[in-house]
């Protein structure tokens, strides 16, 4: 580890990362500080290979730029690629608000590109085993569903309740059923475990999730047999599931009579 003075623009900015936020009214006196006085903490990189991979300092170095500096003091440390993603995390840990989303996406980065292990993640990063592992289970479910939970529309407690279910389709239906109504992790954990019951099955660790073979649903209301992809999910109300019953139950009684004397 060495303190270096960089170009600005030799040093690159690595597109998944986790970036520090603050509040409005703190950036502004942040910047007003870094027009003032300069940039007086380091930014700090990964020297890999020929190139400087920056690791924390984000809005230091945009600044820093704005005001129109060629260049920056820096800590450099020696590292492989994968060390970029794992200083990058442990550093914005230390420095309070972070996006979880953001965290999912570069342990998501650090296991399927670079091979690392969840253990060695927490090891290097100070997170729990758990948790990092819960990242990785999100990162499994459903695009519709990971999209939802990186853009905010749906939280870590309802994907965790979700990837109980045992195959995507169940996993979108609910998902689907539970969008844009006020309902708290509490809420959809029921709402799964109900769903669970009804399947008979019991609740898989999230991080065992089998893949499941195919299987046959039977229908509520005409008791045909199909697999669950093609089953749609209803929110329906005891009086009118009794009306639309009945009316089936009417309409084969119709069938089966066939014509009246008085059609033929």
Known sequence: ???????????????????????????????????????????????????????????????????????????????????????????????????????????ELLCKEYGVGLDQISERTGLSRNFVEDLMVISGMPREIVDAFDTGTIEKGKVMALAKLPSESEQLSIFYATQGRNLNVRDVVEVVEGRLRVLGEKPPSPAQTPKREARYLACDFCESELEPKWMRSALICPDCESALRTGLRQAEELIQKGPSDSEE
């Not at 623009?9 to 942040?30: G, M, N, Q």
């Not at 230091?60 to 993603?85: C, S």
């Open 1 to 107: 580890m060495e303190r270096r003075t960089l170009k600005i623009d030799e040093i690159k900015i690595p597109e998944t990362r986790v970036t520090s936020y603050f509040d409005d009214s703190v950036y502004t006196e942040f910047k007003n500080n870094i027009k003032a006085m300069g940039v007086l903490a380091p930014v700090i990189v990964v020297k890999s290979g020929d190139g400087y991979y920056l690791v924390d300092g984000l809005h230091r170095l945009i600044e820093a730029k704005n005001n129109g500096d060629e260049q920056i003091k820096a800590v450099v440390i020696p590292g492989e690629e994968k060390d970029v993603f794992l200083t990058n995390l442990f550093l914005n840990l230390l420095r309070g608000k972070t996006k979880v989303a953001e965290m999912r996406k570069v342990v």
